[in-house]
């Protein structure tokens, strides 16, 4: 009895899907993968993005020429403050200004009333233009990159653009996210075979060598597979062996965009699942440094093995972001202290994503890893310049925090980001307690301050009236 009946069109089918297969993949292996191995670019990426920059001046003109027909006003999103904020004047002034210049005669300081005006003002600002909060989510954008997160409205307000955006759909889901997921299918698997083969591998030198051709080589297929559009700056300043290298972090894809261009080792909390067996197969043929969960809370121990890691001159730069959380690439927040307590060279990197093609900010309170990457996948490309910057040291009688704050300083300036000092722990904590006494450290100075500095200048004046008493002090120094 037969129980399936072979049809002429079933074979035509499955013929046309096998030669189909077939054709993608050598397309994929001749114009992508083969070249990313080689470490050379067809060229077709930037007029892509010269492209899509033309496509995007000409759906802005034609939602402003909708937006007129119907009377509309197009969103204007607001600015997120890039440029450099002027200093602030200090604690001291903005008291006095509040006080006026009736507490100027006061020989004792003393609390007023008017105190609390600042207090108050101090807590409207931070609501009205809360600089730590906005950090925390997707970078607007002053016209519309074809992408919803811009604006949902902004496809309606002509049809011309409304099947732009439809025809954008298409060629995103269509098209360019089969393929990116075939490119990250196959970089990651390469990535898993190769390093788990050479880890059986005696020879240390050769081993590690082997290592950093192979993990370069399977992220620039990564790096194809987000269509990855990156500028880097100043060669020359490239981390050396022996060194960390610190970066501004907005988010994961940030190790992809640096391994391509050099070989790191990595610093992290180990993971389980997926992610873990990739953490497992890397450290078999390289010197990654993996940190359990009770491991990381050891400062001493985590130290220890950076110190280790770093005096070997034969061993890769460690790669360390020390926001320890993803920031929206429009500021960097404050540098944890941990990896500048080395006696090291430390290579600071400043990282710049372009946000019209994509956002590539990683809300990790908001999205899970896969709804982030399915958002990656189906922008337009990623593009953001690396500068890297003159290696710098911890210099004689500086702290790990001031070398932190120099450092995150220079990676602020030149990146064009705003420099903050505030935790990035504040994306999913409160502010800590020591913050609020530092606040009450600063008040009570101001209270107590003034007194002193008056006391210093009256003993001044009186040293300058009397210049009997200089001689005698000095006469009296040289006796001794």
């Known amino acids: 009895m037969t129980w399936f009946t072979s049809f002429p069109g079933d074979n035509m089918l499955c013929r046309w899907l096998g030669i189909s297969i077939t054709v993608w993949f050598t397309l994929l292996f001749v114009f992508i993968i083969v070249p990313a191995v080689l470490g050379v670019s067809l060229g077709f990426r930037r007029p892509y993005m010269r492209t899509l920059l033309k496509i995007f001046e000409w759906a802005t003109s034609c939602m402003e020429m909708g937006a007129k ?3 509309q006003q197009l969103y204007k999103p607001y600015s ?81 653009v409304t099947v732009l955006w439809g025809l954008g759909v298409l060629v995103r889901y269509g098209f360019l996210l089969p393929l990116r997921v075939t490119l990250a299918f196959t970089g990651i698997s390469l990535l898993l075979v190769l390093t788990t083969m050479i880890g059986f591998l005696p020879n240390r030198e050769l081993r590690f060598f082997l290592s950093g051709k192979i993990h370069m080589m399977c992220y620039r297929i990564c790096d194809r597979a987000l269509t990855a559009i990156v500028t ?22 940030d190790i992809i ?42 400062r001493h121990l985590v130290a220890k093995r950076l110190g280790d890691h770093v005096a070997d001159k034969t061993k890769q730069p460690i790669l360390i972001f020390p926001e320890g959380t993803c920031i929206n690439n429009t500021s960097v927040m404050m540098f944890k202290k ?3 307590e080395i006696d090291c060279t430390i290579y600071p990197v400043a990282i710049k994503y372009d946000p019209r093609f994509g956002d590539a900010f990683w809300n990790s309170s908001k999205y899970g890893l896969m709804n982030y990457l399915l958002r990656m996948m189906s922008s337009w490309a990623i593009v953001c310049s690396v500068w890297y910057l003159p290696p710098m040291k911890r210099e004689e009688g500086e702290d790990a925090v001031q070398f932190a704050n120099r450092v995150k300083a220079a990676i602020a300036a030149q ?9 990035g722990g504040l994306k999913r904590e409160k502010v800590k307690a ?15 301050g003034e007194q002193e500095q008056g006391d210093r200048r009256h003993d001044e004046h009186s040293e300058d009236e009397n210049p009997e008493v200089d001689r005698n002090n000095q006469d009296s120094t040289e006796r001794h």
């Open 232 to 253: 880097y700056h100043n060669r020359e300043n490239k981390p050396k062996n022996g060194g960390i290298c610190v970066a501004n972090h907005t988010t994961p894809i």
């Open 338 to 340: 941990g990896c500048f």
């Open 257 to 298: 965009i640096l391994a391509n261009d050099g070989s790191y080792s990595m610093v992290g909390q180990a993971q389980g699942g997926m992610m873990g067996m990739i953490q497992r197969a890397m450290v078999k043929s390289s010197p990654h440094i993996w940190f359990d969960r009770s491991e990381v809370k050891d």
């Open 80 to 160: 997120d403050g890039i440029i450099a904020k002027e200093p602030p004047s200090s604690l001291q002034q903005e008291f006095q200004e509040l006080r006026g210049s009736a507490s100027c005669a006061r020989s004792e300081p003393e609390f007023e009333m008017a105190d609390m005006l600042y207090f108050c003002r101090r807590g409207v600002e931070s609501i009205v233009d809360d600089e730590v909060t906005k950090r925390f989510s997707g970078q607007e954008l002053e016209s519309w990159n074809l992408l919803t997160r811009s604006n949902y409205n902004f496809r309606h307000i002509s049809l011309r």
């Open 415 to 423: 990146g064009g980001l705003v420099d903050l000092i505030w935790d």
């Open 69 to 71: 027909e119907k009377n």
């Open 434 to 448: 020591t913050f609020k006494e530092e606040q009450q450290k600063l008040y009570s100075k101001v209270l107590v």
